[in-house]
C-alpha cells in the first residue's frame, strides 16, 4: 500500500482554464476528502465522499467546482474558469468510516 | 461554528531544549483532536488522535494530551529534523462529523 496518492504535483494555468486533480485513495478506505490549503493557514474542508456517493460540500466550493468519484475508488476535482484566488494546495486524504485520516502529498495549484 | 486555534504561532527552540504547542477548540460535541506535522511543499502527516479528556499518546520525542478545552504537544529534547509545522484539528458532531477543522499550525524550528 503506497498511500494516498495525488495527481499531478504541480500544475501552472492561466486564468480561465480549466483544471482538474486526481486523487487515488488507500485502497481499503471507503471514504474520501478534499481540503485545499493557502500559505500560512492550516487546510479546510471542501467535500467528503462515502463511496460514491459526495455526502457534503462546503460553501466554499463555488459552483465553479465540481467533484467526483465514480465506481468509489479515485477521484478528480475540477476547477472551472480558474481565477488567481484559487492558488492554493490541493490536499486530498482518505479514511476507513471516519477512522485515520490519510493524506496525499498534494496538487499545487498556481493560477497566472 | 467549530473552532481551532494554535499558539504560538512561530517557536524557536535550542537542540535539547523542550517545549509545549498549544491547541484550543471549540466544537459541538469532539469525535476526534488531531495531531499533524508538515514539512514545506508536503502533505501532512499524521501523529495522534485524542479522544477523551484525559488521554495522552506518545511517539519518540512527543506527547499529546488532551483536556475538555486544549491539547498540547509536549516536545523533549527536540533535535533539528523535528523542525515542521505541526497542525492540530478538530472533528466535531456538527452535521454527522466527517470533515476535521485545521488551526492554522505553529512552525517550529529547532536549531543547534
Known amino acids: 500500500d503506497t498511500g494516498v496518492s495525488q495527481n499531478p504535483r504541480h500544475k501552472i494555468t492561466k486564468r480561465g482554464q480549466n483544471v482538474t486533480f486526481r486523487c487515488d485513495p488507500i485502497?481499503?478506505?471507503?471514504?474520501l476528502y478534499w481540503y485545499r490549503q493557502t500559505l500560512g493557514q492550516g487546510p479546510e474542508f471542501l467535500t467528503y465522499?462515502?463511496?460514491?456517493?459526495?455526502?457534503?460540500k462546503s460553501r466554499l466550493l463555488s459552483d465553479r467546482f465540481s467533484a467526483e468519484r465514480p465506481k468509489g475508488s479515485f477521484s478528480t476535482l475540477e476547477i472551472q474558469r480558474t481565477e488567481q484566488g484559487d492558488s492554493a494546495m490541493y490536499l486530498c486524504?482518505?479514511?476507513?468510516?471516519?477512522?485515520?485520516?490519510?493524506f496525499g502529498s498534494g496538487t499545487r495549484l498556481t493560477v497566472v | 461554528e467549530d473552532q481551532v486555534t494554535q499558539s504560538p504561532e512561530a517557536l524557536r527552540l535550542q537542540e535539547g531544549e523542550s517545549s509545549s504547542l498549544n491547541c484550543s477548540y471549540t466544537?459541538?460535541?469532539?469525535?476526534?483532536l488531531f495531531w499533524y506535522r508538515q514539512d514545506p511543499g508536503k502533505g501532512p502527516e499524521f501523529l495522534f488522535t485524542?479522544?477523551?479528556a484525559g488521554e495522552e499518546k506518545e511517539k519518540e520525542r512527543l506527547k499529546a494530551t488532551l483536556t475538555k478545552k486544549e491539547s498540547f504537544l509536549h516536545i523533549t529534547a527536540p533535535k533539528p529534523e523535528d523542525s515542521a509545522t505541526y497542525l492540530c484539528?478538530?472533528?466535531?458532531?456538527?452535521?454527522?462529523?466527517?470533515?476535521?477543522?485545521f488551526g492554522t499550525g505553529t512552525q517550529l524550528k529547532v536549531e543547534l
Open positions: 486524504a482518505s479514511s476507513l468510516d471516519g477512522y485515520g485520516y490519510t
Open positions: 485502497s481499503e478506505h471507503n471514504r
Open positions: 465522499f462515502q463511496n460514491e456517493a459526495q455526502l457534503e
Open positions: 466544537v459541538s460535541g469532539l469525535r476526534g
Open positions: 485524542l479522544y477523551s
Open positions: 484539528a478538530a472533528e466535531g458532531l456538527t452535521g454527522g462529523g466527517n470533515k476535521l477543522t
